[in-house]
């Protein structure tokens, strides 16, 4: 069984910054990409930035240069530093992370998400 937990959220004002964390836990061979979603009150879920396992990071338009991914693999943990928070940064940040488990299982998880509220 593996968990993902996701922190660090909670509300700011536009302009401030936020740290999310994302930590995954149980039986785990080797993560092989770590990806943050988000979605917003009625929108669809969106991908914010992703993260392979040499450090290789992608980014949505709307927060590339804003947003950091990192990850720490000696402690199965990734993270999100978040700047120059706007407004429509407010969602549910959900972490994923695909697992392998052995050489012939790969399976995707979710964390259960952290709200980010941004205020003008």
């Known amino acids: 069984q593996v968990q993902l937990v996701e922190s660090g959220g909670g509300l700011v004002q536009a302009g401030g910054s936020l740290r999310l964390s994302c930590a995954a836990s149980?039986?785990?061979?080797?993560?092989?990409?770590m990806v943050w979603y988000r979605q917003a009150p009625g929108k669809q879920r969106e991908l914010v930035a992703s993260?392979?396992?040499?450090?290789?990071?992608n980014y949505a338009d709307s927060v590339k240069g804003r947003f950091t991914i990192s990850r720490d693999n000696a402690k199965n943990t990734m993270y999100l530093q978040m700047n120059s928070l706007k407004p429509e940064d407010t969602a549910v940040y959900y972490c994923?992370?695909?697992?392998?488990?052995?050489?012939?299982?790969?399976?995707?998880?979710w964390g259960q998400g952290t709200q980010v509220t941004v205020s003008s």
């Open positions: 993260i392979t396992n040499d450090g290789s990071a």
């Open positions: 149980g039986s785990i061979n080797s993560i092989d990409v």
């Open positions: 994923r992370c695909n697992i392998r488990q052995s050489s012939t299982l790969l399976y995707a998880y």
